[in-house]
């Protein structure tokens, strides 16, 4: 068995990826604040293959603890999208960039011979190709993308036969997770559609990528089997097929019911558009998403109604801002 860091193991993908590391064999480390709750990773906590780190990426002691002993890293910790990190630039920079350079060393000196890190695909900004290849130039438009960008290119200086390194640039995450957000698009609008009856669009022609969760995490696990060759060095796009934002709230209307939810477009002054590619991974490593948007637009309906998902519409803990200003990060 080997054992797996997971950094951020209690954000929204994390608490899906640990308990599918724990099924696979793995023993499965996880460093994280906790700041969405010590919940969140209920369902497996007393699995005998998952120890819990209570810490900070920016504590030297913390790393070196959490990195003691493991095969692998797989590096989610970040203040995870554009409103967060702007709530306090010094903070976002301090987690998402001063930190990785660290916690890079801190890893290759303990031994790990795998690093996997979890970029993101608004490193690309907006590009007018029909298809975003990983060849195509970075132009990030958002601090919290250009730290994103500068990370790749630190991890690509570390890589070495002893230590591999390798980049996913995932589409947005959407569906179910134990520790839920409510803040990214497709998960938005079917927590609108559902709970208040009302979807609005903002703008509707922008394309946004987006993955299922339940693929997202596929991936960060066969990330740790495929052989080095394939990997070491390479960055791979994941996403499903693209679709522009009133595709993706048609959809959500579509399954939630268009009885039951009024669709309203307005206007935007967001550019973002981008149509990622995802053949490289598909034709390099064989991985093809299993997953639609319906099934996370489904899922997520099912959490509603069964009670997972309580105060959907107002409980800070599904909403990365607005917990971040309920508890002043520092």
Known sequence: ???????????????????????????????????????????????????????????RDAMQRATAGCDAVIHLACISNDPS???????????????????????????????????SSSVYGVKQEDQVTEELSLEPLTDYSKYKAMCEDVLREYERPDFTTAILRPATVCGYAPRQRLDVIVNIMTNLAVNSGRLTVNG??????????????????????????????????????????????ETVQRVVGPDRTELVRTG??????????????????????????????????????????????????????KLMKAIHLR
């Open 204 to 249: 509707g022609d922008q394309y946004r990528p987006n993955i299922h969760i339940d693929d997202m995490t596929d991936v960060y696990v066969r990330m740790l089997d495929w052989p080095r060759e394939l990997i070491a060095g390479e960055t791979f796009n994941v996403g499903y097929k693209n679709q522009t934002v009133l595709e993706l709230a």
């Open 268 to 321: 935007t002054n967001d550019p973002r558009s981008y149509r990622v590619s995802s053949e490289k991974i598909k034709q390099r490593l064989g991985f093809e998403v299993t997953h639609t948007i319906e099934q996370a637009v489904a899922d997520l309906c099912d959490a509603f109604a069964s009670g997972k998902l309580p105060n959907a519409l107002d409980d800070p803990r599904y909403y990365n801002v």
């Open 85 to 119: 990190f702007e709530l306090d630039p010094g903070l976002g920079r301090s987690i998402n960039y001063d930190a990785f350079r660290p916690m890079v060393e801190i890893a290759r000196d303990a031994g790990v011979n795998r690093f996997i890190y979890a970029s």
């Open 1 to 59: 068995m080997k054992t797996i860091l997971v950094t951020g193991g209690a954000g929204y993908v994390g608490s899906a990826l640990v308990p599918k590391l724990l099924a696979a064999g793995y023993r499965t480390r996880v460093l994280d604040l906790f700041l969405y709750g010590d919940t969140v990773l209920d369902g497996v906590r007393d699995h005998s293959g998952l120890e819990i780190i209570k810490g900070d990426i920016r504590d």
